[in-house]
């Protein structure tokens, strides 16, 4: 959803720099048998998601065994999944883990482009290795995330395009405004956040940003955070309507919206605080809980 820029690595320096230090000869002669076969395989790769086609890659035509590579090879998807990404990429002291650590820095500010609030501690494959083993170690297959990300998405494939969730090298959600929230009144005061595109979007945007946000759980990690800002600005937000009344309340919570917004448009807090702003019970006291005057509030 939030964009990285794409890796530098090749992706026959990713798949050579992986195959240093390989002491068994015949595999070492069999893995750079392949190195063309998974040059041309992370071609394919980029250029259908270019033309956001991911969706139409064929799993066989990854895989070794099946002879999806254009020519007979000795290695096997095994090789490429475990051997090559489990020992020589992701491992900590292996060959390839430059190039790993290299992809896994690139994203800004170190946060996971797919909820666009946790750290990033893994590399998730765009599209599953255990389907498209020649996939394994390239480079734009292989996108930074957190590990919940990571885990929510297993090892999903996208059946269509409706399914496809956004690929961070190659698009661009944060120019349009998608994320939406709603206060729901009671005590305490709860959020709601859910996807909600300008109409002026593509019908297939919008549902791959709904499905994007399900399967990560964006709704569910926002509400979270909401939560524990709602309670944390409470007190603040008394002593405001005790010496301004709702007005004063409202503009400050304009102001943290814009503010949250002119960041990025799609920010959970901006949305958050311009849903609050909205809600003439939450400013005229539910906050506290129960809407009314600012008499009934104590100053602490
Ligand atoms: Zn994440």
């Given at each position: ?8 690595v ?47 890659l064929?799993p ?12 007979h090879?000795?290695i096997?998807?095994?090789d490429?999944?475990?051997g ?52 394994s ?5 292989l996108?930074?995330a ?5 885990r ?8 269509s ?69 709602i ?17 004063t ?37 539910g ?6 005057g600012?008499?009934t509030?104590?100053?602490?």
């Amino acid at each position: 959803m939030w964009p990285v820029p794409r890796p530098a690595v090749s992706p026959e320096n990713a798949y050579s720099s992986c195959l240093q230090k390989v002491k068994d000869v015949t595999l070492k002669e069999n893995y750079i048998e392949a190195t063309d076969s998974i040059v041309q395989a992370a071609e394919r790769f980029e250029q259908s998601a270019t033309e956001g086609s991911l969706h139409l890659l064929e799993p066989k035509d990854f895989q070794p065994e099946k002879g999806g590579l254009g020519k007979h090879l000795s290695i096997t998807s095994q090789d490429l999944t475990k051997g090559l990404y489990d020992h020589r990429m992701a491992k900590v002291g292996s060959p390839g883990r430059v190039v790993y650590d290299q992809i896994k820095l690139a994203a800004p500010h170190g946060i996971c482009p797919l909820c666009g609030i946790r750290q990033v501690s893994t590399l998730d494959h765009y599209l599953p290795r255990a389907s498209f083993a020649a996939l394994s170690v390239a480079p734009l297959n292989l996108v930074p995330a957190c590990y919940e990300c990571n885990r929510f998405k297993l090892d999903g494939r996208p059946s269509s395009e409706l399914e496809s969730t956004f690929h961070p090298y190659f698009e661009d959600t944060t120019s349009t405004r998608w994320l939406q929230c709603q206060v729901i009144e009671g005590s305490p005061p709860i959020v709601r956040f859910f996807v909600e595109a300008t109409t002026t979007e593509p019908v297939p945007f919008q549902e791959r940003i709904r499905h994007h946000f399900t399967m990560f759980r964006l709704g569910e990690l926002y509400a979270h955070h909401a939560t524990t800002e709602i309670s944390s600005i409470r007190s603040l937000l008394r002593w405001t309507l005790a010496a301004g009344g709702s007005p004063t309340v409202q503009n400050y919570l304009a102001d943290q919206a814009r503010s949250a917004q002119a960041h990025d448009v799609n920010s959970w807090k901006g949305a958050m605080y311009e849903a609050l702003a909205a809600s003439d019970w939450y400013c005229a006291g539910g906050f506290s809980g129960t809407a009314g005057g600012s008499s009934t509030y104590p100053m602490n």
